[in-house]
Nanobody, 125 residues
Framework: QVQLVESGGGLVQAGGSLRLSCTAS????????MGWFRQVSGKEREFVAG????????YYADSVKGRFTISRDNTKNTLYLQMSSLKPEDTAVYYC??????????????????WGQGTQVTVSS
């Protein structure tokens, strides 16, 4: 069982930066592949970025590639999402997620087993 808590969201102007954190409880964080998703009210949850369990492989949605960076510190049980050059269309609730399977890449929300409660990111124009 993994419990996830996101933090770091807020209001930022277009072009600005934010860093989201996701802290996991339990001893098994380092065994889980992780991901970030986002959701706008009334729309489906959208994949943002993913990372394998040891942090050697990362992958991104085309909409954030080159602007967002996912990383993890297994000694701190923490996942990060560094967001730069933010745009108004990045406004959403951002969720971190963990998956039990360590195989392959996962961009669908149904492939993840544990979720945080979300943190709001609002980008003003």
């Amino acid at each position: 069982q993994v419990q996830l808590v996101e933090s770091g969201g807020g209001l930022v102007q277009a072009g600005g930066s934010l860093r989201l954190s996701c802290t996991a409880s339990g001893r098994t964080f380092s065994r889980h592949a992780m991901g970030w998703f986002r959701q706008v009210s009334g729309k489906e949850r959208e994949f943002v970025a993913g990372m394998n369990w040891i942090g050697s492989s990362t992958y991104y949605a085309d909409s954030v590639k080159g602007r967002f960076t996912i990383s993890r510190d297994n000694t701190k049980n923490t996942l990060y999402l560094q967001m730069s050059s933010l745009k108004p269309e990045d406004t959403a609730v951002y969720y971190c997620a963990a998956r039990t399977s360590i195989l392959g890449r996962a961009t669908m929300s149904g492939e993840y087993d544990y979720w945080g409660q979300g943190t709001q990111v609002t980008v003003s124009s």
